[in-house]
């Protein structure tokens, strides 16, 4: 331990270098919105959920083996869609 203690510096500078910090936005609109207007923050939060909704639905469909098609396709309602597909 004694032999290792003067060398702590060294390493950590070796692993800052090897796996440097990189910084992660996790959001789009909530970042460029001010807190103080609310409406600005409700329309931007909506912004934001969307898309991650969206792709959670698309993932659920995914593993249930179900084409999106069937789901999302805003001209048929579902039963015509399950027809349409099928057939």
């Known amino acids: 331990m ?5 060398f702590i510096g060294l ?13 992660t936005i996790l959001t789009v609109y909530l970042d460029q919105t001010p807190a103080q207007i609310t409406d ?10 969307d898309p991650l909704l969206q792709e959670s639905q698309l993932y659920i ?3 249930l083996h179900i084409h999106k098609k069937l789901v999302f396709d805003p ?3 579902f039963e015509v869609n ?5 057939a």
């Not at 004694?2 to 003067?6: D, S, T």
């Not at 600005?40 to 959920?49: D, G, H």
């Open 2 to 6: 004694i032999l290792f203690f003067p």
């Open 11 to 23: 390493l950590s500078r070796l692993l800052v270098r090897i796996y440097p910090d990189h910084k």
């Open 40 to 49: 600005a923050v409700t329309v931007a939060l909506i912004k934001e959920v």
């Open 61 to 63: 469909l995914r593993l």
């Open 75 to 77: 001209d048929l309602p």
């Open 82 to 86: 399950r027809r349409k597909i099928h």
